[in-house]
């Protein structure tokens, strides 16, 4: 009932920026946390960033001080402001959240998944 709908990756040079951008469509949905998780192949899926629906923000160790992420709660999207990229970053992105679905006049709690946006960082 919920999409998520993940834009802004691509390729960069070492050192620079990009922005990743995660919404949800298709229900009427409330966010309770939101973010972003990556994987490259062969490993495990591994965290980078997410936010609660009060700006509580967690950071995978390897991304501090490099990463911000942000909430627009009344859009139901999160951005992930990624400067000082590595060759390391290199990944594909997938956008999760958990909150409630409204549906039925009840709200239903569901963990969602996108279908991944694909960062890469070289020269």
Same mark, same amino acid.
């Given at each position: 009932?919920?999409?998520?709908? &993940? ?12 922005? %990743?951008? $995660?919404?949800?469509?298709?229900? !009427?949905?409330?966010?309770? @946390? !939101? ?7 062969? @490993? &495990?899926?591994? %965290?980078?960033? =997410? /936010?609660?629906?009060?700006?509580? =923000? ?5 991304? @501090?001080?490099?990463?911000? /992420? ?11 402001? !990624?400067?000082?990229?590595?060759? &390391? *970053?290199?990944?594909?992105?997938? $956008?999760? =959240? ?10 239903? %709690? &569901? *963990? ?12």
């Amino acid at each position: 009932q919920v999409q998520l709908v &993940e834009s802004g990756g691509g390729l960069v040079q070492p050192g620079g920026s990009l922005r %990743l951008s $995660c919404t949800t469509s298709g229900s !009427m949905f409330s966010i309770g @946390k !939101m973010g972003w998780y990556r994987q490259v192949p062969g @490993k &495990e899926r591994e %965290l980078v960033a =997410t /936010i609660t629906n009060d700006h509580s =923000t967690e950071y995978g160790n390897s991304v @501090k001080g490099r990463f911000t /992420i942000s909430i627009d709660n009344a859009n139901n999207t999160v951005d992930l402001q !990624m400067d000082n990229l590595a060759p &390391e *970053d290199t990944a594909v992105y997938y $956008c999760y =959240t958990r909150g409630l679905r409204y549906s039925d006049y009840r709200y239903l %709690l &569901e *963990d969602l998944w996108g279908q991944g946006t694909r960062v890469t960082v070289a020269s």
